[in-house]
Each structure stands twice: as structure tokens, then as C-alpha cells.
């Protein structure tokens, strides 16, 4: 059904149905029934002049309080002041509900006044009645239901119920005469089934008009998510959504508050992002809660500032600075610039768009072209290289198969060029590179020159990586701190953490330097420690490299009582001392859980 085809089920039901019987509503938590109801169904019925009143049964001990919550919902007095009130102003009904014996409204004892005061105040003619969460309700199901009974078979009032059906009908493995395995109903399911029928009529299974309701909900959040607010985006959070094999609407809504945030701070703090930017981050975003609604525990265990498989895909994935700030509700500004300098290379070299450019389909497909068209992509292939257009990841390929051309086709050109701009652009990388992973496919080699030619240019290739694949040296020298800094691209700070880093300083050297240090060069080694340890978790860190952060945390703080310093150098080195603290507590409350 499409909201359409719900909206005027209900209308009928509320204006022809004489069953004396309730309708239910199910489907998996998060699926959109409530957003529906509220953001959708209500409206159409109040345009039709009918009522509609929903009450959450979540937490609700007894059917008294349901009552209760009606009255204050329908209450002129209260319709009246939620009509009338400010825009930014919130009307508590939860609260009033739990305070209407302190408002005028004892409705444990009422007198004979009240009653007809009740009377004249509550009308249900007209009203559909919404009672929601009877999954996550604490009142008895056989009282719950007949309460319901009673209200539609004796008073007529109209009602539907919103559930995730599946959590009531629980079952267990069992053994049928035959001694084959199946499924049984538990006893409270089996209960919940019975009185169900009696009560029930028609159980609608629903499914969200998704398009309709990622659309409105993107328009609640303002003008920081406006520019994505536009069919072609809309188009690809439903492909998202697909993808995971997850439509779960709830997380959606805490997805876009997230991504409404974040936009706010990276405006406020002057970082400029093109829509294309601001797409990557909201679909990552978008990602990892429909994944997170699912698994609390997912973890970001990539030594990267990129996620692919806690975002949608490697081509939308989450950026870590999201994740820290969803999950640990921090915010470095510095990570943010960081991340975004390196999504740069990560769209140069990202695997996702390996095997995409089609100059490299034409050369996989050489047997099948004509000579002059595979010469043509042959010349092209070089300045791709150099420019990133074509991904690392591509490298072998395109090794192999431009081999199989000169030597299997004997086609004549310049192979060189090609060699050398592979071998140049590896030697560009960073470290952390699968050699084997380059040669992800490729054309079977007959040709015995051609064989041994490919094997030299395979043995270049790991010499290229080889040579990328060192840490860089630290040196003791102030002048020297932020050359080496800028030499920490992340994936050498991936290769320094994982060989270690603090417990290979000679920290009396180390401190020797610091005493040398201009405000400035603290300021580099606060950057440098952060980068290496501020965002990594404990199981990710060397033992000794934690015990080597606590000897220059104290040795540091011993320099504060040095008469070389001015104030300013004393201040950056007070800061340096509580990062390291900070780091070093963030380790050990991880270790403790």
C-alpha cells in the first residue's frame, strides 16, 4: 500500500467499519509506521475533519494510564494552549499526563461535576485512536487487549495498533511426530495469538513510501542540509538504503541531525566544502547509522582516516572525524582538515575506481579492437598516471596487459613512458601498499621476451614500494620538527605506530630538544603526539610505547619549573603535558573496559 492507498483504508475504516474490532499496523522497529502516523496519516485526517490521537504505550504499567492520556490529548483546555502556544514553545503532554491529578483533573476519584466535565470534553466521534509500542508495553497483554476490546466492541471508538508483530510472536526449535525440526509458537505467543483474534480484524504489513519520507525529513533539518534536498539525492540515499539492505527511518532522522551538526562546526570554523565533499560525508554518515542500528559494536579499526565498510561502500565511505564525533561525541577541527587533505589521494589512489578508465578497458580488451584505437588509449595512459586519474591499484594491470600488446600483438610504442610513470607514481605513495593486490587480473603471457621483460618490471615495482615502505627518522633538532611532521603523511604514521614510536625517543635527548623549543616547535610536537596516538585505541598501541608516553609526560612536567622558558613556552609546554595525560587516561580507561 502507498500512503495514499493507508490514508483512505483509514478513513474508511473510521467512517463505515462495524466490526467492534481494532486494525494493526506492523512492521520491523524503525521502518517509518510512526513517522507515518504523525508526519503523514494525522494530517490527512484532520483535513478531512476527523481526529486523530496517538498514545505511545512505551513504559505504560496499567490500561488507566492510557485513559489518562487520551483525556489530556483530546482536553480542550489542552488542545487549546498547544493551538495558541509560541512556535518555539514545547508542550509537555508526557509531563501533564503524569501531573493530572495537580491540574484540576483528579481522575482516580472524580465528583459528579468532573465526570460530566469529562463527559462534555471527551468526544471519540470521529477519532482515530493510535496506540503505539504494544511490543515494548509493561501492561499484561490479556489486559491490554481486552481494555482495547472493550473500547471497540462496547464504546465503538476506533483504533489502530502500531507494533513490530515479529517481537510478540516468538518461537523455538521443536521436533514435529515425525521427528523432523520446526518452529513452535511459545506460550506467550500462542496466548498473544488468541486473544489477538478476537480483538483484531484487519493486520496491515507496512511498507514505507520512502521516497516521500526521505524527502521530508531532509527538509526539517534546514538549510544545512537544503542542497541535498533535490531528486537526484533523494535517488541516492534510496540506493543506500539498498545496499545495506536497510530502510530504518529512526536512523535516518539521528543521521541527518548528526550530519546537520558537524556541517555546522565545519562552517563555523571557515573549512570550505563543494556539495561533492559534503555528499561523501553525509552518505558515510547516512551508512554507519543504518549499520549502527543494527550493531551498537561496530568499531573503526582501519589505520585510515577513510572507512568503506562502516560507511556505504569504498566509493561513499565514513570519514573517521564523523565517526569520533557519532560515537564518542568529539571534534578535533585539525582531524577534519587532515581528513579532507587526504581524501584528495584517496580519490587518486581508492581502490573503488579501480579498473573504471576507458583507455584501461580498451587496453584489457586490445584482441578485440583496432590497432589504431588501442594506440590512441596506449598514448592516453601515461598522463593518467601522473595526473591520478587511473588508481594505483591499476598499476600491474595495466603493466601486464601493455606487455601483451607490444609482445603478443606487436604493436610498436613507446612502452617505456608507461613503465616509468608507474614506477614514479609508486615512488609518490605513501607506505602500506599490497604488492600482489596490483595484479588483480590480467592476459596470460606466451611470449618469452615478453615474460621476462614483465618479471623486470614487476621486480622495479617492488623495489618502488620497498622504498616508500620506511619510517622516517627522527631528529633531535627544533628546526627539524616540522619538516618531519610534514613528512608523517597517514600512512607512514600507520607504519610508525604499528613499529612504535615513543619508546625508540632517547627521552633525555628528547627533553634536552624541548628546552630548545620555540612556542612554535611545542606547538608541532603537541601536532605530532596527536597525530600519532590522540584518535588510536589502546589494543592498537604498543605496550612500550604507553610506558614510554607516561616518562616523557613526567620528565616534561619536570620542565616547567625551567628558569630558560618565557611564559608563552610554558604555556605550550602545560598544553603538550595535558595531551599526553589525556592520551594515556583515554588508554588506560580502554584497557580497564
Known sequence: MTYDDLNKFMLDYLNNDISGRAIMLTSEWGSGKSYYVKENLKSFLEAQKKKCVIVSLYGLSDVSEIGKA???????VIK?????GDAGRIIGKTLLNGLASKIGFDLENPNDEMINKMYDSIDLSGTLVVLEDIERTQIEITRLFGYVNN??????????????????????EGKDGEGKKVRHYTESASKYKRIKEKTVGDTIRFVCDIDTAIREIIARFGHNLSWCNDDEI????????????SYNLR???????????????????????????KGIIFYGIIGFTQRQSKDSNLRFDSDSYLSGKLGVNESLPLFRFCYEYIVFQTVAVNEIRNALKYYTDYMKNGKWNSGKDVDLLILKDFYV????????ALSNIPKKINDGTIPYYDYGVIA??????????????????????????????????????LFSSGFELKNEEGLEYFEQIKQRMKEAIASIDKEVEFVYKPSALMDYYKKLGQSSAVLIRRHGFAHKLDIQRFIEMLKQCSPEEIGTLRSLFMELYGLEHYSRVLKEDIEALILIRDAASELVKYDGYHKIQKMQLKWFIKNLSDIILAFEKQKDN
Request: glycine share 4%.
Open 234 to 245: 533523494i535517488e541516492d540515499v534510496c540506493r543506500c538504503f539498498k545496499q545495506l539492505n
Open 251 to 277: 536512523a535516518f532522522i539521528y543521521g541527518c541531525q548528526k550530519s546537520r551538526n558537524l556541517f555546522e562546526i565545519i562552517e563555523d570554523n571557515k573549512i570550505e566544502l563543494n556539495n561533492k565533499i
Open 369 to 376: 579492437r583496432a590497432e589504431d584505437e588501442v594506440v590512441e
Open 70 to 76: 487520551i483525556f489530556l490529548e483530546l482536553h480542550p
Open 80 to 84: 487549546k494552549l498547544s493551538a495558541a
Open 400 to 437: 601486464n596487459f601493455v606487455v601483451a600488446i607490444k609482445y603478443e600483438a606487436e604493436i610498436d610504442f613507446d612502452i617505456g613512458t608507461i613503465i616509468n610513470a608507474i614506477i614514479d607514481g609508486l615512488k609518490s605513495l605513501n607506505g602500506n601498499i599490497e604488492f600482489e593486490s
Open 151 to 172: 473500547l471497540c466492541e462496547n464504546d465503538r471508538v476506533k483504533i489502530l495498533l502500531i507494533t513490530n508483530e515479529d517481537e510478540l510472536l516468538e518461537t523455538y
